[in-house]
């Protein structure tokens, strides 16, 4: 078993050499918790794999530190591409281009069993200072899924990273916890039409805007036989041990009330404006501030808090509009939540 060192921003030289050595190290983005890997390296990629229980057909984003490096890895870089880095890069939105073939590890690209995805490679560009500057100093692209074990909430904070990978994985880069709390717009550009394969900060909204065309959701639904376009959308997500149940605005009351005479524990994920009129033992209620931007920001850690420090039965957990933030928020408690709303129990 490996010890997994917790590296400080000052040792980013540190933990750049241990990416360039194949080793895996987890870092902050300004999204979530990433686990990251030497794109070019087939041997490290792979163990990103092993060390999350991931499944080998799901792809990997590779982080690039500049513009620069991602033509290194494209095929080309298509006018709606150019398009939305001028508005959104460095920042929280990933694109899915054509890959130039042999440039990064097969495993990246989910093609060590199948061949499926060997045409396209996720990229992204942090926004996060340091992020940025591990990659700059590793001086290589960096493969990097979320550093959470496979099937459980992203990581907003290094501990989350570190009970779920220690033993596992080289080190962590630790800079608090992450600022957006919801993993990155995925974006693909590789067909005709581009369309969102998963809700992130940057919405819908701002894309079209910025494109002048309409941009479509990925919304139907995903059996396990076909082959879904964003591979990890197949898979159980978020999911803690407990059953998450989704509760809209008015139904809060209704809610307190059942949570109440129920004989299993039940947590609460709310809004400070429900929690403070709600009668609750304190270890029960987790607070998902006042806005969409603090609930996205808390989500993955309040899912976190009721499956390990305090575990309960069930969780409520406030539904919010989906609109702006609000549609990537209900993308991932949709998910971990398997989509039972308290309404319909
Ligand atoms: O904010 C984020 O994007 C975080 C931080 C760490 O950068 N990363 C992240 O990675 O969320 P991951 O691996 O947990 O989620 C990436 C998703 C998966 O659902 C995967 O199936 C999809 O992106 N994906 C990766 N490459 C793809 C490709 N070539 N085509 C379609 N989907 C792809
Ligand atoms: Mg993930």
């Known amino acids: 078993m490996l010890i997994t060192k917790i590296y400080t921003t000052d040792e980013i030289e540190k933990a750049a050499n241990e990416l360039r050595l194949g080793e895996l190290i987890a870092f902050p983005t300004e999204t979530v918790y990433g686990l990251g890997a030497d794109a070019t390296n087939e041997q490290a990629v792979k163990r990103v794999y092993l060390a999350k229980g991931r499944p080998s057909d799901n792809p990997l984003i590779v982080t690039v ?32 281009l054509k890959i130039k073939e042999g440039a990064l590890s097969k495993a990246v690209t989910g093609g060590l069993e ?9 990229i992204r560009f942090p926004s ?10 590793a001086g290589i692209p960096v493969a990097a899924p979320s550093a959470n074990r496979s099937g459980k909430p992203s990581p907003t904070t290094a501990q989350h990273v570190y009970h779920d ?21 995925i974006i693909d550009l590789s067909s005709e039409h581009p369309v969102i394969l998963r809700p992130g900060a940057v919405t819908v909204e701002q894309l079209e805007e910025v494109l002048k065309e309409t941009v479509l959701s990925d919304k139907h639904k995903v059996g396990m036989k076909e082959v879904p376009k964003a591979p990890g959308m197949k898979y159980k997500h978020y999911a803690p041990d407990a059953q998450v149940l989704i509760v809209k605005a008015g139904d809060w009351d209704k ?10 524990r039940v947590g609460v994920m709310a809004f400070n404006e429900v929690l403070k009129n709600a009668d609750l033992p304190k270890k029960l ?18 899912l976190r808090y009721f499956d390990s420090e305090e575990k309960v039965d069930f969780i409520l957990c406030a539904g919010v509009k989906e609109a702006g933030l609000g549609e990537a928020y209900m993308n991932r408690l949709k998910k971990s939540a398997g989509n039972v709303f308290f309404d319909e129990i």
């Open 65 to 96: 530190s500049s513009r620069k490096m991602v033509e290194e890895y494209v095929e080309s870089l298509p006018e709606r591409a150019v398009k939305l880095m001028d508005a959104f890069w460095p920042g929280p939105l990933t694109m899915i």
């Open 255 to 264: 809610a307190l009330l059942w949570r109440k005479n129920k004989q299993e």
């Open 285 to 302: 209620s987790y607070s998902l501030g006042d806005t969409v931007f603090d609930a996205s920001r808390r989500l993955f850690a309040g």
């Open 128 to 137: 996060d200072k340091n992020a940025r500057s591990l990659i700059d100093a």
């Open 165 to 185: 990978l220690e033993g596992r994985i080289a080190g962590i880069l630790d800079d608090g916890p992450t600022q957006v709390g919801v993993e990155s717009t």
């Open 114 to 122: 199948t061949a499926a995805f060997l045409e396209t490679v996720a």
